[in-house]
């Protein structure tokens, strides 16, 4: 069956339930945005012109949501708690709906076991069953109650599951055995699942999907009309829950800007003004969103105080034309040394509040400062008030942006068939690469006889040898390409490594999320032994890695030039 785009979303709010405050906030939203995605289903229809795609079958199980988890999010949604992953959510579920598939949601165990058709009562089902789902969205709660539900048909069908995971989760973390090991089991990692079917709030490491969420789009009337009424000197914090202002250092800097700026806040209260809030500030309280967005407009500048990490206000912020300033984090905060990220299945390390916003933004929008150092920081908020700016939002953030992507994904994973290509190993005799002519990577060969038919297109690969202790995210990224570990098998052999012309004494494959690699103490190659370690995330001083970077669509990093 064919997928007719929708435009609209009346029977999508029904689907969504009601009651809960999270509920409530999600299809407030979706309800004001209906137009945008309508628009956008209208843009992205016409650009994909006769393409076929397949109407699928989906449940959406919000695992975070149901009492059976503890719901801990639905009563904080009215005091300032964190609304980001129910603004994902909101957005996943009308673009799933939008490109016109079936669509199922749940949010609590009950309704789980009737969609799945568990027999209500039964802990959990013996037999495997047919699944009536072709996908099924959820999150690590989600995924916890499916695997003590269903029975069986959980390592079944477990390739069809996509887990919303607003960080992400490393290789290294995802697979069982290793993580126990190595020291890499968390709470959370350790499922065994293709690190593919994690999809995160951010492009974090390709290892992951990006799934993210939208934010308003202004068109030119509108932009220029913003533009016409900043006022000059407003600054609005990013923090809506006081304990956001227990920071240090907090008099010294909000001084500073107290006398350049207007400072207001929507810090959440009950009767009256939280302690932490410095009575010069103008706090306006927690906002309803439209309410915050207008806000936006009016103000010049959006300030961070290093605390939410990666939420979707920044963007919002910048949407309006607002400047983004943040803290620099040095040393960089990690699961290694803050509690927020301890636990968390990543070692990804977060040199300031919203690295998105920082390496993918940048200046003019972004101005990421050591918060320490007073004279960096006013003379930042001096050349900001300076600064004009355009109301500025990318690519892959718009309703348009997030539908290409989710189509992209649904018509091209499939986590259900062995990867395309078999995993070469040592022995394979040719892989299908040349060096390039410049000798510094390997490209695919025109003439190579192995069928590309894997997606992302294998033709798109550039094939690099980081130099020691650097990541393959890092090293794609330092030729302007992405890494994509879909690849990894082509480059998982003896021949790779001698096309690269590197001198390999011996070649040995082990288990490592670094591999393939090559450690020049002992001039020593090794190999990917296990393909769910294939990893871009990872590094150690000790190895040269052989990473795979692709090309991919200016605002779109998650696809490729030719992967639609
Ligand atoms: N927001 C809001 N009212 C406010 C401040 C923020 O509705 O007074 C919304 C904002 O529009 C954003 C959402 O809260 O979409 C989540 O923002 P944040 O970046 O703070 O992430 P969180 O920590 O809540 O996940």
Redesign the pocket.
């Known amino acids: 069956v064919q997928a007719v785009f929708r435009s609209n979303l009346s029977h999508l709010l029904d689907l969504m339930g009601s009651g809960k405050e999270s509920l409530i906030f999600m299809k407030k939203r979706t309800k004001r945005l209906t137009a945008q995605w309508a628009l956008a289903a209208q843009r992205l229809a016409q650009k994909l012109g006769a393409t076929q795609r397949d109407q699928k079958q989906i449940l959406v199980h919000i695992g975070f949501l149901t009492e059976e988890s503890g719901d801990v999010f639905s009563p904080r949604v009215l005091k300032?708690?964190?609304?980001?992953?129910m603004?994902q959510w909101a957005d996943i579920l009308a673009a799933l709906y939008v490109l016109g598939h079936g669509l199922r949601v749940t949010v609590s165990l009950k309704e789980l076991q009737s969609n799945l058709g568990v027999p209500p009562g039964r802990g959990s089902c013996p037999l495997t069953m047919p699944l009536p789902f072709d996908l099924i969205y959820t999150d690590y709660h989600g995924l916890q109650q499916m695997k003590q539900h269903m029975g069986l048909s959980f390592k079944k069908y477990r390739c069809r599951i996509r887990v919303i995971d607003t960080f992400g989760t490393e290789p290294a973390y995802n697979h069982e055995e290793y993580a126990t090991l190595h020291g890499y089991r968390t709470n959370w990692g350790y499922w065994n699942l293709n690190p593919k079917q994690f999809m995160t709030m951010f492009p974090h490491t390709p290892d992951n999907s990006f799934m993210g969420f939208v934010s308003e789009e202004l068109n030119e009337t509108e932009k220029q009309l913003i533009k016409g009424g900043k006022a000059s000197n407003m600054a609005v914090v990013?923090?809506?829950e006081a304990s956001i202002w227990k920071v240090s250092g907090k008099e010294k800097f909000l001084g500073i800007l107290n006398k350049y700026m207007e400072i207001h806040g929507?810090v959440y209260y009950e009767s009256q003004r939280p302690p932490e809030v410095p009575a010069f500030v103008k706090n306006?309280g927690?906002?309803?969103?439209p309410?915050?967005?207008q806000l936006l407009r009016k103000a010049k500048l959006f300030i961070g105080f290093g605390f939410?990490y990666e939420?979707?206000?920044?963007l919002?912020a910048i949407a309006n034309g607002c400047i983004f300033l943040q803290s620099r984090f040095s040393p960089p905060h990690s699961s290694l040394n803050h509690e927020f990220f301890r636990g968390k299945p990543t070692s990804r390390e977060v040199f300031s509040q919203h690295p998105y916003a920082e390496n993918f933004i940048g200046k003019p929008h972004v101005w990421t400062v050591d918060y320490n150092n007073s004279e960096e920081f006013e003379a930042a908020i001096k050349a900001i008030m300076r600064t004009q700016v355009d109301p500025y939002l990318p690519y892959e953030y718009t309703c348009e942006g997030m539908l290409e992507r989710i189509h992209a994904y649904i018509q091209h994973q499939d986590f259900c068939v062995a990867p395309g290509p078999a995993l070469p190993g040592a022995h394979t005799p040719q892989s299908p690469f040349v060096l390039a002519p410049n000798a510094t990577h390997l490209e695919w060969a025109q003439n190579a006889s192995l069928a590309p038919a894997a997606w992302p297109p294998a033709h798109s690969l550039r094939a690099w040898l980081a130099t020691p202790g650097r990541a393959c995210t890092d090293t794609c990224l330092d030729h302007g390409l992405i890494c994509e570990p879909s690849f990894f098998p082509f480059l998982n052999s003896q021949d790779a490594f001698l096309k690269l012309q590197v001198p390999c004494d011996s070649t040995e494959s082990e288990m490592n999320h670094l591999y393939p690699a090559f450690a020049q103490p002992g001039q020593e190659c090794y190999l990917q032994k296990e393909p769910l370690l294939f990893s871009c995330a990872g590094s150690n001083t000790k190895y040269r890695r052989l990473c795979p970077c692709r090309d991919f669509r200016k605002g779109q990093v998650a696809l490729c030039q030719g992967c639609l």
């Open positions: 300032g708690g964190p609304l980001g992953e603004v990013y923090g809506k929507t306006h927690l906002l309803p969103q309410e915050f967005q939410p939420g979707p206000a920044p919002e």
